[in-house]
């Protein structure tokens, strides 16, 4: 029975991606900052590991906890929608220690292990913004941007060893709390100078137009995950999709 490891599993993808990883018979490490195994079926397959992929101890402790893994889902990731003038360096780093510089530590964690296999899979949830530009999202772009080129370049560094290493890219998600979950941080990163582009460009932006659901992520990192035939860029739901088929 095959393990796999998944970061962010609170809410949203992480926790949809780990119900099906349990669906399908895998041995489940599903791993958050506040372990709340009542999210999750109960199952002797199950276990919820604590883990701020910020934070080397506590990712030392959580690798060392899981043992053997078959494949690294890294799906933990903040948001900031912000003008770049008014957002602190030190929020900078915060958004880039997670959604970059975790997922980074937490693969060098885990490779010792699968490369000595010859085998293993790591899937690194990126996102569409990527895919074109967006204004007030820069800061967060760049830390998904630079996952994508990390992403890469790995999976050819890789490929000697029969480890496989894939970029899942969801696109616009309303039904899940990444949005609400990004208001803290946001609260102060408009100057402003700026109240009357964002108000635009929140305007434009709207309600309509297709988006994607927690269910086609799922998807798409599950085929990431088993299917050695898949590319190594997989844009998930209707409007990732439709981007990465404009050459965006």
């Not at 957002?87 to 980074?104: C, I, L, Q």
Request: aromatic share 6%; net charge neutral; hydrophobic share 50%.
């Amino acid at each position: 029975m095959q393990t796999v490891l998944i970061t962010g599993c609170s809410s949203g993808f992480g926790l949809e991606i780990a119900r099906h990883f349990l669906a399908q018979g895998w041995q489940v490490v599903a791993t958050m900052r506040t372990p709340r195994a009542d999210l999750l079926p109960a199952s002797a397959h199950l276990r919820v590991l604590p883990l701020d992929v910020s934070d080397e101890d506590s990712i030392r402790r959580a690798v060392a906890a899981a043992g053997p893994v078959d494949v690294l889902v890294n799906n933990a990731g903040i948001g900031l929608m912000s003008a770049f003038e008014g957002t602190s360096m030190a929020m900078v780093r915060e958004v880039f220690d997670t959604n970059t510089f975790g997922a980074m530590a937490l693969i060098q964690a885990l490779l010792p292990q699968f490369r000595d296999r010859g085998a293993g899979a790591i899937v690194n949830v990126s996102s569409s913004t990527t895919l074109a530009p967006l204004p007030l999202l820069s800061v967060y772009t760049a830390s998904k941007a630079a996952v994508n080129a990390f992403t890469e370049s790995l999976a050819l560094e890789l490929a000697a060893f029969g480890v496989r290493v894939s970029l899942v890219l969801p696109g616009r998600a309303p039904e899940t709390s990444f949005g609400r979950n990004a208001q803290p941080r946001m609260r102060d990163g408009i100057p402003a100078a700026y109240a009357g582009f964002a108000q635009r460009v929140f305007a434009s932006r709207g309600e309509g137009g297709p988006v994607t659901h927690a269910q086609d992520v799922v998807d798409a990192v599950w085929r990431a995950a088993t299917d050695a035939s898949a590319p190594l860029r997989l844009p998930a739901g209707a409007d990732a999709v439709a981007l990465a088929a404009s050459g965006a």
